[in-house]
Protein backbone atom coordinates (compact mmCIF):
# COMPACT_ATOMS: atom_id res chain seq x y z
CA UNK A 1 0.00 0.00 0.00
CA UNK A 2 1.45 3.11 -1.07
CA UNK A 3 0.87 5.86 1.71
CA UNK A 4 2.83 9.66 1.72
CA UNK A 5 2.66 12.28 4.20
CA UNK A 6 3.51 15.41 4.09
CA UNK A 7 5.05 18.06 7.43
CA UNK A 8 6.24 21.39 7.31
CA UNK A 9 5.90 24.35 9.87
CA UNK A 10 2.33 25.62 9.36
CA UNK A 11 2.64 29.20 9.57
CA UNK A 12 5.61 31.35 8.44
CA UNK A 13 6.92 34.86 8.12
CA UNK A 14 8.01 36.77 4.91
CA UNK A 15 11.87 35.65 3.82
CA UNK A 16 11.86 33.23 5.46
CA UNK A 17 12.76 29.69 4.24
CA UNK A 18 9.98 26.70 4.12
CA UNK A 19 11.50 23.51 5.07
CA UNK A 20 8.85 20.36 3.55
CA UNK A 21 9.31 17.02 4.06
CA UNK A 22 7.75 13.97 2.43
CA UNK A 23 7.29 10.70 4.00
CA UNK A 24 6.38 7.39 1.78
CA UNK A 25 6.00 3.63 2.65
CA UNK A 26 4.83 1.36 -0.13
CA UNK A 27 7.73 1.83 -2.55
CA UNK A 28 11.27 2.61 -3.11
CA UNK A 29 12.58 5.84 -4.86
CA UNK A 30 15.65 3.64 -5.82
CA UNK A 31 13.09 1.68 -8.54
CA UNK A 32 14.06 2.78 -11.84
CA UNK A 33 11.75 5.11 -13.35
CA UNK A 34 10.52 6.14 -9.79
CA UNK A 35 10.10 9.83 -8.78
CA UNK A 36 8.35 12.28 -6.16
CA UNK A 37 7.36 15.32 -6.29
CA UNK A 38 5.88 18.52 -4.98
CA UNK A 39 2.69 20.39 -5.80
CA UNK A 40 0.61 23.54 -4.40
CA UNK A 41 -2.32 24.53 -4.60
CA UNK A 42 -3.53 27.86 -3.18
CA UNK A 43 -6.90 28.34 -1.14
CA UNK A 44 -10.28 27.72 -3.71
CA UNK A 45 -7.22 27.77 -6.90
CA UNK A 46 -5.41 25.56 -9.22
CA UNK A 47 -2.80 23.14 -9.21
CA UNK A 48 1.21 24.47 -9.67
CA UNK A 49 4.01 21.71 -10.02
CA UNK A 50 6.91 22.48 -8.25
CA UNK A 51 9.71 19.97 -8.47
CA UNK A 52 10.18 16.54 -8.94
CA UNK A 53 13.75 13.78 -7.89
CA UNK A 54 14.08 11.11 -9.98
CA UNK A 55 15.36 7.41 -8.51
CA UNK A 56 18.83 8.07 -10.36
CA UNK A 57 19.06 11.75 -8.14
CA UNK A 58 17.64 13.70 -11.29
CA UNK A 59 15.91 16.96 -10.06
CA UNK A 60 13.41 19.37 -12.25
CA UNK A 61 12.21 22.36 -11.14
CA UNK A 62 9.30 24.70 -12.36
CA UNK A 63 11.28 27.66 -14.03
CA UNK A 64 9.24 30.17 -12.63
CA UNK A 65 10.21 29.08 -9.12
CA UNK A 66 13.84 27.26 -10.14
CA UNK A 67 15.72 30.29 -7.93
CA UNK A 68 13.86 29.51 -4.54
CA UNK A 69 13.51 25.92 -4.84
CA UNK A 70 15.66 22.49 -3.39
CA UNK A 71 14.78 19.47 -3.57
CA UNK A 72 16.44 16.19 -2.00
CA UNK A 73 15.98 13.26 -1.22
CA UNK A 74 17.31 10.26 1.68
CA UNK A 75 16.16 7.03 0.13
CA UNK A 76 17.30 5.08 2.78
CA UNK A 77 14.76 6.77 4.77
CA UNK A 78 12.02 7.11 2.22
CA UNK A 79 12.09 10.77 2.84
CA UNK A 80 12.20 13.83 -0.06
CA UNK A 81 12.63 17.12 1.16
CA UNK A 82 11.33 20.37 -0.31
CA UNK A 83 13.32 23.78 0.12
CA UNK A 84 11.52 27.13 -0.50
CA UNK A 85 13.59 30.16 -0.07
CA UNK A 86 12.44 33.49 0.68
CA UNK A 87 8.67 33.03 1.03
CA UNK A 88 5.73 36.06 0.85
CA UNK A 89 2.35 35.76 0.90
CA UNK A 90 2.08 33.97 -2.59
CA UNK A 91 3.37 31.12 -0.70
CA UNK A 92 0.31 30.37 1.11
CA UNK A 93 -1.18 26.87 -0.07
CA UNK A 94 -1.55 23.57 0.40
CA UNK A 95 1.85 21.35 -0.35
CA UNK A 96 1.25 18.12 -1.85
CA UNK A 97 3.66 15.02 -2.10
CA UNK A 98 3.39 12.85 -4.72
CA UNK A 99 4.37 9.53 -6.44
CA UNK A 100 5.01 10.46 -10.05
CA UNK A 101 6.19 8.17 -13.07
CA UNK A 102 4.25 10.84 -15.68
CA UNK A 103 1.84 11.25 -13.90
CA UNK A 104 0.80 11.39 -10.17
CA UNK A 105 -0.56 8.45 -9.33
CA UNK A 106 -0.39 9.04 -5.03
CA UNK A 107 -1.07 12.03 -3.70
CA UNK A 108 -0.39 12.85 0.27
CA UNK A 109 -3.16 14.73 2.45
CA UNK A 110 -0.85 17.82 1.81
CA UNK A 111 0.30 20.41 4.59
CA UNK A 112 -0.81 24.36 4.85
CA UNK A 113 1.10 27.05 4.57
CA UNK A 114 0.17 30.35 5.52
CA UNK A 115 2.61 33.25 5.11
CA UNK A 116 1.89 35.98 7.68
CA UNK A 117 3.71 38.49 9.25
CA UNK B 1 5.10 26.68 -20.67
CA UNK B 2 2.04 25.02 -22.04
CA UNK B 3 -1.19 26.26 -21.44
CA UNK B 4 -4.11 24.07 -20.87
CA UNK B 5 -7.59 25.49 -21.01
CA UNK B 6 -10.19 23.87 -19.66
CA UNK B 7 -13.83 24.33 -20.70
CA UNK B 8 -16.37 24.94 -19.19
CA UNK B 9 -15.22 26.49 -16.08
CA UNK B 10 -18.28 24.66 -14.08
CA UNK B 11 -21.19 22.72 -15.32
CA UNK B 12 -24.39 21.36 -13.98
CA UNK B 13 -25.58 17.55 -15.26
CA UNK B 14 -28.52 16.01 -14.43
CA UNK B 15 -28.19 12.72 -12.46
CA UNK B 16 -27.50 9.51 -15.11
CA UNK B 17 -26.97 12.19 -18.01
CA UNK B 18 -23.36 12.57 -19.84
CA UNK B 19 -20.95 15.10 -18.37
CA UNK B 20 -18.28 16.57 -20.71
CA UNK B 21 -15.03 18.38 -20.23
CA UNK B 22 -12.50 19.56 -22.99
CA UNK B 23 -8.99 20.24 -22.23
CA UNK B 24 -7.07 21.92 -25.43
CA UNK B 25 -3.60 22.71 -25.11
CA UNK B 26 -1.31 25.52 -26.61
CA UNK B 27 0.88 22.90 -28.37
CA UNK B 28 0.39 19.25 -29.51
CA UNK B 29 1.06 16.76 -26.53
CA UNK B 30 0.67 13.26 -28.34
CA UNK B 31 3.40 11.18 -30.45
CA UNK B 32 2.51 8.87 -32.71
CA UNK B 33 2.18 5.99 -29.72
CA UNK B 34 1.22 8.36 -26.72
CA UNK B 35 -0.53 11.60 -25.55
CA UNK B 36 0.94 12.95 -22.31
CA UNK B 37 -2.36 14.07 -20.76
CA UNK B 38 -3.96 13.25 -17.41
CA UNK B 39 -7.37 13.36 -16.04
CA UNK B 40 -7.68 13.83 -12.12
CA UNK B 41 -10.99 14.49 -9.41
CA UNK B 42 -10.39 16.45 -6.95
CA UNK B 43 -13.61 16.16 -4.17
CA UNK B 44 -13.54 19.23 -1.22
CA UNK B 45 -11.34 18.98 1.23
CA UNK B 46 -9.47 16.27 -0.92
CA UNK B 47 -6.37 15.79 -2.62
CA UNK B 48 -6.61 15.36 -6.23
CA UNK B 49 -7.41 11.47 -7.70
CA UNK B 50 -5.98 10.26 -10.67
CA UNK B 51 -8.64 9.18 -12.98
CA UNK B 52 -7.43 8.60 -16.59
CA UNK B 53 -3.58 8.47 -17.66
CA UNK B 54 -2.23 8.90 -21.21
CA UNK B 55 -5.75 10.39 -22.16
CA UNK B 56 -7.37 7.59 -22.52
CA UNK B 57 -6.26 4.65 -20.08
CA UNK B 58 -8.77 3.87 -16.95
CA UNK B 59 -6.51 4.39 -14.12
CA UNK B 60 -7.06 0.83 -11.79
CA UNK B 61 -9.92 1.10 -9.68
CA UNK B 62 -11.80 3.83 -11.28
CA UNK B 63 -15.28 3.39 -12.23
CA UNK B 64 -15.91 2.63 -16.04
CA UNK B 65 -18.34 5.62 -16.47
CA UNK B 66 -15.22 7.75 -16.81
CA UNK B 67 -13.44 7.68 -20.35
CA UNK B 68 -11.05 10.18 -22.15
CA UNK B 69 -9.87 10.77 -25.53
CA UNK B 70 -8.34 12.50 -27.52
CA UNK B 71 -5.10 13.55 -29.35
CA UNK B 72 -2.40 16.33 -30.54
CA UNK B 73 -4.15 19.32 -28.76
CA UNK B 74 -8.00 18.40 -27.78
CA UNK B 75 -8.83 15.90 -25.34
CA UNK B 76 -12.15 15.20 -23.65
CA UNK B 77 -13.25 13.71 -20.17
CA UNK B 78 -16.74 11.99 -20.30
CA UNK B 79 -18.46 11.05 -17.28
CA UNK B 80 -21.26 8.68 -18.26
CA UNK B 81 -24.00 8.44 -16.34
CA UNK B 82 -23.01 10.87 -13.80
CA UNK B 83 -23.90 10.12 -10.23
CA UNK B 84 -23.89 12.22 -7.06
CA UNK B 85 -20.41 11.28 -5.59
CA UNK B 86 -18.84 12.83 -9.14
CA UNK B 87 -19.13 15.87 -7.73
CA UNK B 88 -16.23 17.42 -7.62
CA UNK B 89 -13.70 19.63 -9.94
CA UNK B 90 -11.40 17.66 -12.72
CA UNK B 91 -7.87 18.61 -13.66
CA UNK B 92 -6.41 17.95 -16.55
CA UNK B 93 -2.55 17.77 -16.72
CA UNK B 94 0.50 17.45 -19.50
CA UNK B 95 3.53 15.92 -18.62
CA UNK B 96 5.19 16.72 -22.30
CA UNK B 97 7.66 19.34 -20.74
CA UNK B 98 9.35 21.38 -18.08
CA UNK B 99 6.99 22.12 -16.60
CA UNK B 100 4.38 20.18 -16.04
CA UNK B 101 1.12 22.27 -15.89
CA UNK B 102 -2.37 21.90 -14.94
CA UNK B 103 -5.75 23.15 -16.58
CA UNK B 104 -7.55 25.41 -15.05
CA UNK B 105 -10.53 22.99 -13.59
CA UNK B 106 -13.86 22.39 -14.08
CA UNK B 107 -16.69 22.16 -10.95
CA UNK B 108 -19.31 19.59 -12.24
CA UNK B 109 -22.35 19.60 -10.26
CA UNK B 110 -25.00 17.09 -10.01
CA UNK B 111 -28.31 17.96 -10.18
Known amino acids: QVTLKESGPGILQPSQTLSLTCSFSGFSLSTSGMAVGWIRQPSGKGLEWLAH???????RYNPALKSRLTISKDTSSNQVFLKIASVDTADTATYYCVRQLAHFDYWGQGTTLTVSS | DIVLTQSPASLAVSLGQRATISCRAS??????????IYWYQQKSGQPPKLLIKYASNLESGVPARFSGSGSGTDFTLNIHPVEEEDTATYYC?????????FGGGTKLEIK
Open chain 1, 53 to 59: IWWDDDK
Open chain 2, 27 to 36: QSVSTSSYSY
Open chain 2, 93 to 101: QHSWEIPYT
